[in-house]
């Protein structure tokens, strides 16, 4: 079946440091690939996304890159801030089997950012 | 524009009790998820519903539990006894179907506490 593998956190950074949070997947089929990003007290919001390999998916300085021959979606971001501090999920989205398409999280990595 | 709407945003109750969370997806959205999110699980799929039909609901884990659509902007999950173990955070979902590309939109959450 569909599974999101996503390293463990908490992962803990400087202000302006370089930041990678590591996503690979398994997928029967041709999933798009997704970065969820979730603030304390709120629900997941979309950060970006990608739907075919070798599209790149880009918002507010995250990049990440559907790469199909090592099956990852890496996220990357140049120089983070404090505001980035959250909780970062990696997901894919492919047939549901009856209707629908289903969505599989990866389990979360906590971002701490230090001023 | 709204977006995913929950209700309660807090509930603490006995156990024994029914609890009814209580979810309206954003219009024009025709698929619907349920969720539950606890530090040691995780965020687990509960059920999902297309056009107001449950798709998948092998996410529910037990009989208590049970959710419902009656209309195209109205979900309730309920749980019935509710027992301490339910404790949680509850994401309602919605998204269009049209395709695997489609994101979901959370709302905010219903933080649940059964003493």
């Known amino acids: 079946g569909n599974s999101v593998t996503q390293m463990e956190g908490p992962v803990t950074l400087s202000e302006e440091a370089f930041l990678t949070i590591n996503c690979t997947y398994t997928?029967?089929?041709?999933?798009?690939l997704f970065w969820y990003v979730q603030y304390p007290g709120e629900g997941l919001q979309l950060l970006l996304k990608?739907?075919?390999?070798?599209d790149k998916g880009s918002n507010k300085g995250f990049e990440a890159t559907y790469r199909k021959e090592t099956t990852s979606f890496h996220l990357e971001k140049g120089s983070v801030q404090v505001s980035d501090s959250a909780v970062y999920f990696c997901?894919?989205?492919?047939?549901?089997?009856?209707?629908?398409?289903?969505?599989?999280f990866g389990a979360g990595t906590r971002l701490f950012v230090k001023a | 524009d709204a977006g995913v709407i929950q209700s309660p945003r807090h509930e603490v109750t006995e156990m024994g009790q029914e609890v009814t969370l209580r979810c309206k997806p954003i219009?024009?959205?025709?698929?619907l998820f349920w969720y539950r999110q606890t530090m040691m699980r995780g965020l687990e799929l509960l059920i999902y519903?297309?056009?107001?039909?449950?798709?998948?609901d092998s996410g529910m884990p037990e009989d208590r539990f049970s959710a419902k659509m009656p209309n195209a902007s109205f979900s309730t999950l309920k749980i019935q006894p509710s027992e301490p173990r339910d404790s949680a955070v509850y994401f309602c979902?919605?998204?269009?179907?049209?395709?695997?590309?489609?994101?979901?939109?959370f709302g905010d959450g219903t933080r649940l506490s059964i003493l």
């Open positions: 979902a919605s998204s269009l179907t049209g395709g695997s590309n489609q994101p979901q939109h």
């Open positions: 997928a029967t089929g041709y999933p798009s």
């Open positions: 990608a739907t075919k390999a070798d």
């Open positions: 997901a894919l989205s492919d047939t549901g089997g009856t209707g629908g398409f289903k969505t599989i």
């Open positions: 219009s024009g959205h025709n698929s």
């Open positions: 519903f297309n056009n107001n039909v449950p798709i998948d």
